[in-house]
């Protein structure tokens, strides 16, 4: 695993004592283990998979940057000077699709799209729309195309393990939860409770928008493009608050689904920064 990818599963900067990254393990281990995530058991043991082996890749370079950087440089220059921790942190370590593999993701990810596309043309990530008339047949159309290229994506994934499979799978996963999540009906609370309710379910629609102008501008009013930045961090911020404010129930279920398909869209736009995958 990449160092910057390990840093940001952590959420941390630099370097860290070993008690510091411990208790970040066990924080991630209490939200994310299958036994806590039961609605989401396939995502939630990926999760685990890329926790451990972050902890792992950290561990290694906490402990003992110098051994640990041997064993990634060849026996040049480079090996006999400390790199910065920039360019430890920027190095990229994801090979290419081959020929082959992008004969595979392709189609597959293209099939992806269709479903998305038909989601938010017809403005099915409002809940009350997916049961009225010709909605409610666009609606499952929807979900046939994504469950399709989902079913596509983890079977490849499974046999080559290429981060653009296991990151386009994972996306399409939760983006499937989310769709048939519908509008989540939370227990009542006090006043407060529910003014969180309502900044959480606008943090959904914002990320929901940011999702549309990355991958769809053209179905974007022109006057509200060119806000995906800051919508995508501010609902990353409230979700995140969300999820410390409630640490069970029905609420932390529907944050932890949200930070997760933050986490996954991220992903897929770090693979496209890289010229891995385009979209």
């Known amino acids: 695993m990449e160092l910057r990818k390990a ?25 994310y283990h299958p036994d806590k995530v039961r609605e989401h058991p396939e995502w939630a043991h990926e999760r685990m998979s890329e926790i451990n082996a972050a902890y792992e890749r950290l561990t290694n370079w906490i402990a003992d940057p110098e051994t640990e950087q041997s064993a990634r440089f060849t026996n040049n220059s480079a090996s006999h000077t400390h790199p ?4 430890e942190v920027l190095r990229r370590e994801t090979p290419p699709l081959s020929s082959r593999g992008k004969d595979l993701f392709y189609p597959l990810f ?13 403005g099915l990530e409002k809940a009350n729309y997916k049961e009225e008339g010709v909605r409610r047949f666009r609606f499952r159309e929807a979900i046939r195309h994504v469950e399709k290229a989902l079913g596509g994506l983890d079977a490849i994934a499974r046999q080559t393990p290429h981060a653009a499979f296991k990151a386009s ?3 399409a996963r939760l983006t499937l939860a989310d769709m048939n999540m519908g509008s989540p009906v939370f227990p009542p609370g006090p006043p407060k409770t529910a003014s969180m309710d309502a900044r959480f379910r606008q943090a959904r629609k914002d990320l929901d928008m940011v999702i549309k102008e990355i991958f769809f501008p053209e179905m974007v009013p022109q006057h509200l493009q060119g806000r995906s930045s800051a919508l995508l961090y501010s609902s990353y911020a409230e979700f995140v608050l969300y999820l410390t ?7 932390q279920k529907a944050a932890i689904l949200q930070v997760a398909r933050y986490d996954a ?7 496209r920064s890289e010229g891995i995958i385009t979209f």
Do not use: C, W
């Open 265 to 271: 869209l991220m992903d897929m736009l770090e693979l």
């Open 245 to 251: 404010a409630f640490t069970a129930g029905e609420r």
């Open 110 to 122: 293209h099939t992806f799209m269709d479903g998305l596309i038909i989601y938010y043309q017809y």
């Open 169 to 171: 799978a994972r996306f």
């Open 84 to 87: 910065s921790f920039d360019e």
């Open 7 to 31: 840093l940001g599963i952590f959420r941390i900067e630099g370097r860290v004592s070993m008690e510091q990254l411990n208790t970040s393990f066990r924080e991630l281990v209490k939200k």
